[in-house]
Every structure is written in C-alpha cells, then in structure tokens.
C-alpha cells in the first residue's frame, strides 16, 4: 500500500510562486508515474501535471502550460510542483496521486493512489 503525503500548499499573492512536495513511502517509488490534480469547490477533479516513471517526460494541463514544472526525485521519494506566476483561478486543493507503470495520464482513474491533498489559496 502506498502512501502519500503533500505539503507546501499556503496564501500566497496573485504572480507569486510555490513549490509543492509529495513524499511517497510503501512502495517502490521509481516505478510510479506521479500526477499532480487540483480541485476547486463546486468544480470535478482537474489534470495540472505528470511525469512518467520510464524516462521522465513531462506532461501539463492547458491552463498551467509554462508556468507550472513538475519534477521528481526518486532517491527521495518525492515528486515536485513548481508553480509560477499564480492566478487567482489556480485556488484549489492539489492532490498527488501515483499509477503503477504509467506513462503520465491526465485521467485521475488511472491513479491506484492518492493523498489527502494541499491548499493552495492566490489572492488578487
């Protein structure tokens, strides 16, 4: 059973920056493609990013392209979402969520595993 835990979520201003984390523990972590998903109240589950656990290719949702960088380290564990030049509209909770072999879907029922999820609040 793998878990996950994401933290870095927070207030921050309208073009500020943050940089979130997902630690992994219970499985083999290289073997994961890691997603990144955000939800807004009243709104369904949407795709910002993944990362295939093969060779690491990179994958954005159309309204975070460029200003958003997932990345991960599998010596610990943790999977990263840098996100730049924050809008109001990026307010939601983040979730990691990890697919067994995958290659970096943007659908979230191909994700066997989640977190419990971070806040990220942008003020304008």
């Known amino acids: 059973q793998v878990q996950l835990v994401e933290s870095g979520g927070g207030l921050v201003q309208a073009g500020g920056s943050l940089r979130l984390s997902c630690v992994g523990s219970g499985g083999t972590f290289s073997v994961y493609a890691m997603g990144w998903f955000r939800q807004a109240p009243g709104k369904e589950r949407e795709f910002v990013a993944a990362?295939?656990?093969?060779?690491?290719?990179?994958y954005y949702g159309d309204s975070v392209k460029d200003r958003f960088t997932i990345s991960r380290d599998n010596a610990k564990n943790t999977v990263y979402l840098q996100m730049n030049s924050l809008k109001p509209e990026d307010t939601a909770v983040y979730y990691c969520a990890a697919d067994l072999w995958g290659s970096g879907s943007r659908y979230p029922n191909n994700y066997e595993y989640w977190g419990q999820g971070t806040q990220v609040t942008v003020s304008s």
């Open positions: 990362i295939s656990w093969r060779d690491g290719r990179t």
